[in-house]
């Protein structure tokens, strides 16, 4: 793991709260924010103070915890009916990034197993599985890494899309750990970031953490990504996702759709870099995955600036999906999945 993973952290727990990095403002303003109640937790989410599907799963664990320790002092049944608004308000934050509800399912798991016990005993433990779920997080990555890194020949050069790095997950990063693997292997790899529109993470967040990190990397608009891949200047493809279907279409940030077939058309692979718990074998195929839908200022302009005519309007679906048949491979922490369909991801969860 880098120094700047270690020194940098997404989210981090101090004096008894959660604390996260503030990406709406990044790279003009580093900041903290301090997050005490599933409430301010669930806000931070939708408002996209964090982002991520593993993050967001991470934020949404340590939400319930931090509602748990304030209900501490409460009566079982206080406290139980608070802990139950805490999860609904937490589910209710965003819809598409299945890591959210897996880790609440496995937080109400660990609190049913132990709702006998005073609630200062059940705060404790879910405060400690909260924790587990950000240390088992930065593991997956780290396993994800060195099995994509294999994949990506000395010299590649590097597509991706949105932000998957260790700014969207506890450390390290999905795609942006399988390029961390794969520099730290000793190969030379050189990231392209396209801006990815209308939240800007390609141009703000991935951008600056391979620079901080001195991995080279060159920043695209969205529209430039065919006439590079023309030029043969685009080796492979790498992003994240927010939910796999269990027919292996993947739902991640708007525009990665547009990038897959041309990667295809140009016979570039395209790989999404996902922990098994974005994975949802509940979903049959993509077109059950539901697709967020954020407000029409993101496109009408960015924070106080709008460039678009007053009346016009808007669509801004936050994620589309790619069909399988258009991934080369899915890298999980139990290893890569070529061609991914229905039998060989059920495969890794036997």
């Known amino acids: 793991m880098t120094t700047r993973d270690t020194a940098v952290k997404t989210l981090r727990w101090r004096n008894g709260r959660l604390e996260m990095i503030d990406q709406r403002f990044l790279p003009a303003m580093f900041e903290y924010v301090s997050y005490e109640s599933a409430a301010s937790v669930a806000k931070g989410i939708h ?43 937490l589910a209710a934050s965003r819809p598409t990034a299945v890591n959210l509800f897996w880790a609440l399912k496995r ?8 709702a006998a016990q005073p609630v200062g005993e059940i705060a404790d433990a879910l405060l ?42 506890a450390g390290h990063g999905t795609a942006l750990g399988v390029i961390r693997s794969a520099v730290a292997a000793g190969k030379h790899i ?28 060159t920043l695209i ?4 990504a065919g006439f590079m891949m023309s030029r043969g200047e685009i080796d492979a493809v790498v992003v994240g996702t927010d939910r796999v279907a269990a027919n292996g279409d993947v739902a991640n940030k708007i525009g990665t759709y ?30 059950a995955i539901p697709i967020e839908e954020r407000a029409a200022e993101e496109v009408l302009g960015f924070r106080d600036y709008q460039w678009a005519a007053k009346g016009v309007k808007v669509r801004n679906p ?8 258009l991934v080369t491979g899915l890298i999980t922490e139990k290893g890569v999945v070529l061609h991914p369909n229905r039998e060989n991801i059920a495969a890794l969860f036997r």
Request: hydrophobic share 45%; proline share 4%; with cysteine.
């Open 258 to 287: 547009m990038v897959a077939v041309l990667a295809h058309r140009h016979g570039i692979p395209f790989y999404v870099a996902c922990p098994l718990s974005t994975i949802d074998l509940n979903i049959a195929d993509g077109s």
């Open 107 to 114: 937080m109400r798991a660990a609190w049913e197993k132990i």
């Open 190 to 217: 050189s990231v392209i970031a396209d801006e990815t529109r209308p939240f800007l993470q390609g141009a703000r967040l991935t951008a600056w953490e391979m620079v901080q990190e001195n991995i080279p990397v």
């Open 47 to 89: 408002s996209m103070v964090v982002r991520g599907a593993p993050a967001i799963g991470c934020a949404a664990a340590y939400g319930v915890a931090l509602e748990a320790l304030r209900q501490r002092g409460e009566s079982k049944e206080t406290f139980d009916r608070a802990l139950n608004e805490a999860f609904e308000v």
């Open 318 to 325: 936050s994620f589309d999906v790619t069909p399988a048949e």
């Open 128 to 169: 400690a599985e909260a924790h587990e779920i950000t240390a088992e997080d930065l593991r997956i990555n780290m396993a994800m890494g060195g099995y994509g890194a294999a994949l990506l020949n000395d010299g590649a050069r590097v597509l991706t899309h949105c932000n998957a790095g260790a700014l969207a997950t």
């Open 221 to 224: 608009t969205d529209n430039m």
